[in-house]
Each structure stands twice: as C-alpha cells, then as structure tokens.
C-alpha cells in the first residue's frame, strides 16, 4: 500500500496537468529504508513525447548524488499518461529498475483543469506488475 500527502498527490497530478499533452515524470524521495514519500522531485521529460517518457541522463545522475548526500532513496517514481489509462505500458516495465518504489501512474487523457483524472500506483518487480492501494493522508 502506498500512503501519501494530499500535498504531495496534488503536486503530481498538477505537475501532468502542467506538461500535458506531453508526459510528465518526476520522483518523490523519501528516507532511506522508510517507504514514505516526502520530497518532491519534478524532472524533465527529456523525450518531450506524449507518449513515452525519459528521465535525462544528466539529470538522473544529479538526482542519485543528491539522493546518496540526504540518505534518501525514490520512494515513488511517477509520471502521466496523456491519452490512455493509468496503467503501466511494457515500455514502463521493461524500464522500471527500482524495485523497491511505488511506480504511480496519472492519466490525463480526457481531462480539463478541474476534470476526473486517474491515480493509480503499482509495485513492479521482475516485469511483474501489482496494482496496490493508495491511501492519501493530512500528514505523516
């Protein structure tokens, strides 16, 4: 089960509103060992596609240094599906390199500025996908 804030679940959803039509990806780290999400990190569609996404290389690298200096980990690794569900593609699976992470999913296909959107998380692990429960809390 992935429990997180509703300012850090608002912060996801408006960051795939923002990049729409194109897919938005970030991550949201977290103390190592904790499972719980606490920083929010958006980053750069380096495709700029909206329907793939990836993370680029210098900034990855970047984002593991500065990982490594907090004693943090990427407790979710997010990004949006602009014109399908929010479920993750074999691109996604084959990609997903971070077994310990929740793997969350927006859709904004069929969206407006206030319209219904889709939240979904997803622990994939050996290119096995499990849907898990998402709680959304205040505050830790």
């Known amino acids: 089960m992935l429990t997180i804030t509703q300012d850090l679940y608002d912060r996801i959803v408006a960051h795939g509103r923002a990049d729409h039509p194109d897919e938005a990806c970030g991550v949201v780290a977290g103390p190592a060992g904790s499972d719980r999400p606490e920083r929010f990190v958006p980053m750069l569609n380096a495709a700029r596609s909206p329907t793939f996404y990836e993370f680029d290389s210098g900034d990855l690298l970047k984002l593991y240094r500065d990982l490594d200096d907090r004693d943090e980990e990427p407790v979710i690794v997010y990004h949006s599906h602009t014109a399908t569900e929010a479920y ?53």
């Not at 390199?97 to 319209?115: F, I, K, M, Q, R």
């Open 88 to 140: 993750p593609s074999r691109t996604d699976i084959s990609y997903a390199n971070e077994p310990g992470a929740h793997y969350v999913l927006v859709s904004t296909a069929d969206t407006d500025e206030a319209g219904p959107f889709q939240f979904r998380s997803f622990r994939i692990v050996d290119g096995e996908v499990t849907e898990e429960e998402v709680t959304v809390v205040e505050a830790y």
